[in-house]
């Protein structure tokens, strides 16, 4: 008797669900951006690799945004630049919201990783603190250690061309410790510190993949005694790791021989930014996290750009020749002389975006988009390889063109804009320290080298990892010196 009350109540559980789904998936249907039709209850497969590149393909058939849906789920993607100045610019407050991230976030991260933070107080709180340390003024304080590094970056592609995608690694973690912790050294990723840290950032990529994790899908797993003790375990290692280096600050603070970083200033300001223990050790490794690989990806991608474009690299070239010479090494004081340096940046940028799929938004209201509802609920996707390629604001999107950034005059123009720091509210809060590193880095390389490709063995410049943020495969380059005495004029030996 017992076992037909239970079998019947389970019964009439999943008709009501089925029916609410069903009706869901209608009402809904009639005012969602169109979208590839899909299974009448799980909705479409999810792509099996590089989605981005999938979905590029759907925009030239559904239109700048259209709709996924898995199960519940309901995804729009944007494929298109002015689609997503009016959904994730103008509605910037109705879509900076995530998606709810219970496997990498809520068990993973105790919730405090900012990336992934809800729309609220928190993110609000995580996003101050981060734009009072990064915003462009402050920024600009780190143009010395950020030029130190590149010069380094330079003579070690100059004394071992072979390992340059290591040699941006090793740049970019460097620029990111100094700025987290103060670290005055160059960090190599060897350091058995910063290889913890990339366990950890390895461990949270394998935990974001889409259905790696029941528990992202019926979220009340995270109360099972015992459910993913793993996960767990790694978020007890992590912020270990990461209270640790937040603690050496400290002590540093205490003795009064703590460099300026932004965990110095985090601790300082603990109070009046109202954050936890937690909450600050999970911020200052935000910034590893958030900064080292991207920038490391941005800069193999320039000098993959250089070795398949001889003209384009010329130009650049041209330009330090005449502003610059070969008898002194660039500087952050000749930018804006040297506009063909940031239009090479900008083009290299819109080429191979290293946040190709973009980062997930949800919409907190509806959003009203040409006669479309967007539900509030929804998943939002600004797909950046699909809007980079958007021909009516990048004519002949394949061609790598960085004229296409100056005037006629030859300034960089400010009526085109570039989106691969995301959107809205929740823009990159890193963007001004990420844009010094290229324009410094490529000015330095291209007037230091030629860079061209090694015929044995061409570059495929499709080839990267397949993950949420890009980077190149392995490929060679030759590194041809353009000036001479380069160690004398960059005046550092590469550690
Ligand atoms: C070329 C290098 C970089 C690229 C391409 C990049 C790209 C991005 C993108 C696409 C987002 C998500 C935006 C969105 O949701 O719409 C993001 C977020 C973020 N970035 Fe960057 N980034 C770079 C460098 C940096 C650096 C150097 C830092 C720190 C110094 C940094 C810190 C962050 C943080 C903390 C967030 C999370 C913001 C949030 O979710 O509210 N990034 N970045």
Known sequence: MFLQIVTSVLATGLLYALISVLQQNRTLSASLPPGPPGHWLFGNAPPRAFPYRHFAELTETYGPVFTLRFG???????????????????????TSDRPRSVAANEIMSKGH??????????????????HAFLQPSSSATYKPMQ?????????DCLHDGRHHLYHGRKYAASVVMSVAYGKTTPTSYSDPEVLQINKSLARLGAALKPGAYLVDTYPILKYCPGYASHLRRYREEELALITKQAN???ELLAKGEA????????IENQERLGISDDELAYLSGAIFGAGSDTTAAALGIMTMAAACY????????????????RDRAPTFEDEDLLPEVTAFVLEAYRWRPVSAG???HRATKDVVWNGYVIPAGAEIIGNHWAISRDPEVYPNPEDFKPARWLNEHGRIRNDLKFINFGFGRRVCVGQHVADQSLFINTALVLWAFRISQDAQCPI????????ANVHPLPFSLHFEPRVKDMEAMLGAQAE
């Open 113 to 130: 990783r900012v990336l992934m933070t809800p729309a609220g107080e928190r993110l609000k709180k995580y996003r101050r603190a981060l």
């Open 259 to 266: 460099p300026p970083s932004f965990t110095a200033y985090l």
């Open 248 to 250: 050496a600050v400290r």
């Open 460 to 467: 495929d410049t499709y080839a990267f990892t397949d993950t």
């Open 147 to 155: 030029y130190k590094n590149a010069k380094n970056y330079v003579l």
């Open 310 to 325: 001889p003209e384009a690299q010329a130009r650049v070239q041209a330009q330090l020749d005449e502003v610059v010479g």
């Open 358 to 360: 973009g980062f997930s």
């Open 72 to 94: 519940r789920r309901i995804v729009c993607v944007i494929g298109r630049y002015q689609a997503a100045v009016d959904i994730l610019m103008k509605h910037s407050a109705e």
